[in-house]
């Protein structure tokens, strides 16, 4: 098949790159009508042909071509409404003029102003956007967060490799100091504060667009936005009607099928868009076979001037084989499976089963009501709601699943769950073994936000707004599969060790609930302001969020009705920042940012031994940032660089010590364990033509634990000291992002509608992740495994062209070209090498192609 793939591309290449003798000339220039700057690389074609170019860094376009009469030109930019216009050539020049194209969305820019979208040359934050044309490109069948991995100071990998577990880390933090925020709503977890993309995998279907705001960001309400802040715009209601169908392949029998349909807006003010895909294939690694499907609805209401209405729902229900366990490099060589071996899956009845099978769907519904009081107020306000529903399976009673090769329940390197079928069918009324078990995590969040925005004046605008969310978590095991038992004995309900007193040893079947059943609740109320001020040269800001978090815990299994539920906590969090930009001139800007955040613990900070005995000494984790900063813009390069310096102090971690002759051991809190995040980031583009562009990043972190915490007390119940812990942690290089990282990218537009493009990414200072705690002793006080540097190489190729009636894209996408062999995650090991480290390799090479027609 990529053979197949490669001389596909060949074709297209050789029948297309032909030359026609010119004898006439097109020329104009594209303006964007919302901000009035000019459209680069907007598609100037003939229609019907496949003669055409692209409009430059200024918006100008110079077609020439031998072909005369009348002719329909085409301007199309993805985004933004394409203008179809009638020449009639007959030799000589023809002008046509400043274009201006208008969106192609409907009530995109109020949601921008909810969303808090960062300006270029305005918003003083370091920021990446990625276009919509970029995603259709360069996305294929990557995982959503990879589309950001040329992005500076993002390290973005497929982690276990099943669809929809990948991960993302913002200059050094991980997913629960990174806000995630789409069209303006927090979709971080509200007692963990993670993201998990597996709820969001078809998102990239309803994308329209997507920033990161590294560093402070540009958001206005009070997110976790240490690291920085992921926006994502989906879609709103298309403003044209039409529509497309798209259906694609890719490796290991990939296959996907969309659809996108559109009212455009009608002359009442109506507007309808709807579209749906499933997206299906066995995955890259052994057993994560997937099958998913998203669908996103948009109706929209223009009821008059100064009101608009739009309902949008989306959601991606699916269910994937997941490579929970990391494993040593030893385990991928005796497997004869290499990179692709995965410990965690088997054949039962001669199907392919999971022992860790994540299945879930979160829909998301919204609705947005945008006011215009007057010329200089508006209100832009949403409702939502999110109703999560599902978990992820695992195994309970005798562990039989070990990743290890050498496991006996293996036979031919994966489970043998037939046996285990037989073990426990054998043991009749002594119940099953080993079973599988469902961890169920549901939720409902319902949450409103309001931004009021008010022109104080032509150079001041005061922006106020309020968010307010209510979560409440269900998390309870229940039995999945009792592989071949009648029942299965709970060994341990009631809070107490297995035969201990006080414990209550249950016979259960499948759906009954095991191990646990509780709820967390949290309250969110939040306050948030900014004044703006702006000038040609000059725009500058200060804003303030404060927000109280309530959290409650309910254990259903642990304790009587009276007792389940614990008071509720409170804890007040607020950030401020402030920052400026200078415009030198049209091509010079420099700007910088500072900002201060106090934030709430986590929700398992309060409660972190899984019962209700409440933590009273958790406090908030603080973090204090600044960043300078300088842009370039002319036609042949623009850039960016940038210096950051973050200080995390107060990050939660507990510790535990066992006094000598003991059964019982004793937990505390570990207070001061910082660490500073700093470094530099550049990026740029370069335009030699209007046919072909460079773009690059180089990223270079420097992230270590910044001290040693040492003869922290540990107090047992009668608050008497037990022992000490130390932690000797400065000068250690943090974890689990590559420090160092790069990216060359050239595109091409060939001829007509084909454009080709290639990318290459390297990864480097790569420390593999540990448990900071662990470094208790001077001597333990090293860094971890530096994994080997590795560089990656990705080919794409889109053409457009007519079908009949219709207009057609190809798209094609090679990712890791070379194939080249490299480890993705680690774990240290015991003596910080790769003898000992467990280990998630990356993907080989995949591939994908794709038609799409539009109608």
Known sequence: ??????????????????????????????????????????????????????????????????????????????????????????????????????????????????????????????????????????????????????????????????????????????????????????????????????????????????????????SKVAVPSVGGTINILTKTTDAQKGGNIMYGIGNNGYNKLSFTASTGQTENGWAVTLSGAKTTGNGFVDGTSFIGYSYFANISKQINASHQLSFTAFGAPQWHGQRRNKMNLSEYEASGRGIRYNGDWGYKNGQEYHVNRNYYHKPQISLNWFWNINDKMDLATVLYASFGRGGGSGSAGVDKFSPTFSNPYRRDGVIDFDRIVDENAARGRQGSETILRNSVNNHSWYGG??????????????????????????????????????????????????????????????????????DGNVW??????????????????????????????????????????????????????????????????????????????FFNSVWPTFDNNTNKGVVNEKAMSFEVGYGYRSKLISGNINVYHTTWKDKFYRASVRPDGSSVSFSANIPGIDAVHMGVEVDFVIRPNDKFNITGMLSIGDWKWDKNVTDVPILDDTQQVVGTVDVYAKGIHVGDAAQTTAAIGVNYMVIGGLKVGADWNLYDRLFADFNVTSLNTPESSVDSWIVPTYNLFDLNASYKFPMGPFNATFLAKVNNVFNIEYVSDAFDGSTHDFQTAQVFYGAGTTWSTSLKVQF
């Open 1 to 218: 098949m990529k053979k197949a793939l490669l001389l596909l591309l060949c074709t297209i290449f050789c029948s297309l790159t032909y030359a026609q003798e010119a004898s006439s000339i097109i020329k104009g220039t594209v303006i964007e009508k919302e901000t009035g700057q000019p459209v680069i690389g907007a598609s100037v074609v003939i229609k019907g042909t496949t003669v055409g170019t692209t409009s430059d860094f200024d918006g100008n376009f110079t077609l020439k071509t031998s072909k005369t009469g009348t002719v329909t030109i085409d301007i199309s930019f993805v985004g933004l409404q394409t203008i179809e216009i009638d020449v009639t050539l007959n030799g000589g020049t023809k002008d046509l003029g400043e274009q201006t194209m208008e969106s192609d969305a409907i009530g995109l820019a109020e949601v921008e102003v909810v969303a808090s979208v960062a300006v270029d040359r305005k918003t003083p934050v370091a920021v990446s956007s990625i276009k919509p044309e970029v995603l259709e490109e360069k996305l294929g069948s990557q995982e959503f967060p990879e589309i950001l991995k040329s992005t500076p100071g993002v390290y973005a990998t497929k982690a276990g490799g099943g669809y929809g577990d990948s991960r993302i880390n913002l200059r050094g933090f991980s997913s629960e100091n990174v806000a995630v925020m789409i069209n303006g709503v927090p979709v971080n977890d509200m007692e963990n504060g993670q993201v998990y993309w597996s709820n969001w995998a078809g998102l990239s279907d309803v994308t329209r667009s997507m920033q990161v705001q590294r560093g402070l960001g540009a």
């Open 449 to 518: 936000l309001s931004t009021l925005t008010t022109e104080l004046s032509e150079k001041l605008i005061l922006t106020t707004g309020l968010d307010i969310r209510y979560y409440e978590g269900n998390h309870y095991r229940e039995v999945g599969d009792l592989l071949g038992g009648q029942f299965y004995f709970d060994p341990a309900v009631g809070g107490a060790e297995p035969g201990a007193e006080g414990s209550v040893r249950r016979a259960v079947k499948v759906g009954d609930k095991i191990q646990y059943n509780n």
């Open 524 to 601: 969110w109320q939040g306050v948030n302001a900014q004044l703006e001020y702006s000038n040609d040269q000059l725009s500058a800001f200060v804003s303030a969020s404060a927000s109280n978090q309530s959290f409650r815990r309910i254990d259903y299994f642990q304790y009587i009705p009276e007792n389940q539920a614990t008071d509720w906590e409170n804890f007040f969090g607020f950030n401020i920042k402030g920052g400026a930009n200078y415009n030198i001139d049209e091509k010079h800007n420099v700007f910088a940012n500072a900002g201060y955040f106090s934030r709430q613990p």
